[in-house]
């Protein structure tokens, strides 16, 4: 499965030191050149821009050579490259957080993962702990409705439970 990623989930998933579980569940992660662009902008944390710099060898950046079609004021260069380069490579699915980037994907036909689903179906893998890594999620400045959390909780719980059985 090849994934296009924005800047957003990287940038979480590198700040709760979960980042290396992207090449566990998806054969190949590209990102586009505004992307990897605002992974190393003046506001972002050290600890991403040190990340990056030192990327591993399945975090691929490429170059957009088409643009995505129509006027979108309200997504960022970073959102307006990864659903293009989706449409580009023809990837599997598109990671990325922004309502409004998530529903023009939406009316693309895009697939899309937020962070949630990416860290969602690790716990499924068995490749970390959903409530620890939620809990440390929370202490960064992602946004998540309460609610949402909860549900995913209480989907790991029972996901849990039934393999106890």
């Not at 296009?4 to 989930?9: H, K, W």
């Amino acid at each position: 499965m090849i994934v296009v990623a924005d800047t957003s989930p990287i940038n979480y998933l590198i700040l709760i030191d979960e980042i290396d579980i992207l090449p566990l569940l998806y054969e190949q992660i590209v990102v586009p050149e505004a992307v990897f662009s605002e992974l190393q902008a003046d506001e972002t944390p050290e600890s991403v821009i040190a990340w990056v710099g030192n990327a591993p060898a399945w975090f691929t950046v490429l170059p957009v050579t088409l643009l995505i079609a129509g006027n979108l004021p309200e997504l960022d260069e970073g959102e307006k490259q990864a659903i293009a380069l989706f449409e580009e490579i023809n990837a599997d699915a598109l990671i990325i957080d922004e309502r409004a980037g998530r529903e023009e994907s939406a009316k693309r036909g895009i697939f899309v993962i937020g962070t949630l689903g990416v860290l969602n179906s690790a716990a499924e893998k068995g490749v970390l702990d959903l409530p620890i890594t939620l809990s440390k999620l929370k202490q960064t400045s992602f946004r998540a409705s309460e609610k949402l959390i909860a549900e995913l909780l209480l989907l790991d719980a029972k996901r849990k439970n039934s393999g106890n059985s």
